[in-house]
């Protein structure tokens, strides 16, 4: 059993996304200075940060547990009739945190967060370029955890070995706005660890019901924090393309809403769900999810939004994402949901 000490540091850095008459978007940086902690960035931005020492042990492992397919929501309880934003723990357990460590005064590690991703394979986590592009310092990502103030709460901590972000990804326009991290160890699925589906373009989100869970603030909630502690559940509703565009235009005339986005409707994200994702119940299935989308951002601020939050679609990439595990020597088989008749054979043997 592995124990690791951290100090998880929340950065209040409001980042800004703005929209620009070509239609590109802007992101720009307020602080607030607060004078119990200041630390200063290698972008020479000051940040406050409110230290937590959260004490986090490895998930025992069970070498008898056999994972379900991939996507398959843990509890059992109605999400429809949940107003509470709060997933379960252990719900949805391809959810992950990613966080930079650096070095405390005391030499200790301090984990900042930074966004969300999700586990696609045991080795592979998917997120936003737009989170990781830049980072300097060392990139960690937590698994199986709920409550980022939970000093107890058992959690897989990887090291990330290898960043793969998209070739051609445009920071102004986010377009292509996505990427893969690889692991230096893999994880080990447990009921709070497990994979998400990934689906192609013949699947059809039409009578699907879709949520986004993570970790960032929900501006009805009236907090002055950018994070929430418990992982949020809300739910989404997917919008039509030309619908997304000719709304955003309403205020930004000139913009142009690439094919590679999904939009979707509901509560407004905000900065630190960068990464997290928007999944779509798998047409049939009550209880498992394809991951449709990964969050970009929204137009406007999260407060003060001019169009629906915009997610990079990932069936667009879904070519990308198999050709990438491929020549990691991953299985492209991971992520897709097994058959319903493969599943009753697998029934019958028990």
Sequence with gaps: ??????VIFICSVE????QNNDGSISRRRTTTEDPVLMFFRE???????????????????????SPPSCG??????????????????????????????SKGFLGDDQHIFHCGGTVIDEFVILTAASCVRGINEKLTIMAGFWNLADEQEKRQIRA???????????????????????????????????RVCLPDHTVDFRESNCFVTGWGAIPAENSTEHIRPKMKLVRQYLVAHEQCEKQIKRSVLTFQLSNVFQCATGVALCEF????????????????????????YIPGTCNLGIGPNVFTKVSVFRKWIDRNLEENQRSIYVYVPESEDSEENETQNE
């Design 1 to 6: 059993m592995r124990w690791e000490v951290l």
């Design 15 to 18: 980042l800004v996304n703005s």
């Design 43 to 65: 972008t020479t931005t000051t940040t406050t940060s409110a230290p937590v020492v959260t004490t986090t042990t490895e998930e025992p492992l069970d070498d008898d547990y």
């Design 72 to 101: 398959v929501k843990q509890a059992q309880r109605d999400i429809y009739a949940d107003d509470t934003n709060n997933a379960d723990r252990g719900e949805f357990p391809w959810n992950v945190g990613v966080f930079t460590i």
């Design 160 to 194: 990330v070995k290898k960043l793969i972000i998209h070739p051609k990804f445009v920071p102004t326009s986010k377009i292509n706005d996505i990427a893969l991290l690889l692991l230096d160890d893999k994880l080990d699925f447990a009921p709070r660890v497990n």
């Design 273 to 296: 769900d960068v990464g997290s994702p928007l999944m779509c119940t798998v047409p049939g299935r009550e209880n498992q999810f394809y991951q449709v989308g990964v969050f970009s």
